[in-house]
């Protein structure tokens, strides 16, 4: 899909035209995906900085791997807004930008023909 959100070209040739590894990768995202986000929102309701830095941290390789480009400023500011301790309103709403554009980006995926 040419819509910007992401580029599995990236992954492409990171696992060196293997289709099957990739669509195994693609559906591990998407099926881990819901539990990162419930983690991260745990995070965000306990106020725990530490936690939002572990948990994008985390994500951020999956993000990059997956050639996430609309995503992956929004975990890297996530995971700096954690680490630098910004004020939590603003990580509220980040993480609820995050939530919205990881959605968007699962539905595109689902599409994608290496899933069918």
């Given at each position: 899909m040419d819509d910007n959100l992401y580029d599995l070209n990236i992954l492409s040739e990171l696992v060196m035209g293997d289709e099957g590894f990739m669509k195994e990768l693609i559906n591990t995202f998407i099926d881990t995906a819901p539990q990162d986000v419930a983690s991260i929102e745990k995070a965000v309701h306990d106020e725990s900085f530490e936690d939002v830095r572990k948990i994008t941290h985390k994500l951020k390789?999956?993000?990059?791997?997956?050639?996430?480009?609309?995503?992956?400023?929004?975990?890297?500011?996530?995971?700096k807004m954690g680490k630098e301790q910004e004020d939590f309103n603003a990580i509220r709403e980040k993480f609820r930008e995050f939530q919205i554009l990881l959605e968007r980006t699962i539905e595109q995926l689902k599409q994608e023909d290496i899933l069918r």
């Open positions: 390789s999956s993000v990059r791997t997956l050639g996430m480009h609309a995503l992956e400023p929004v975990v890297l500011s996530l995971e």
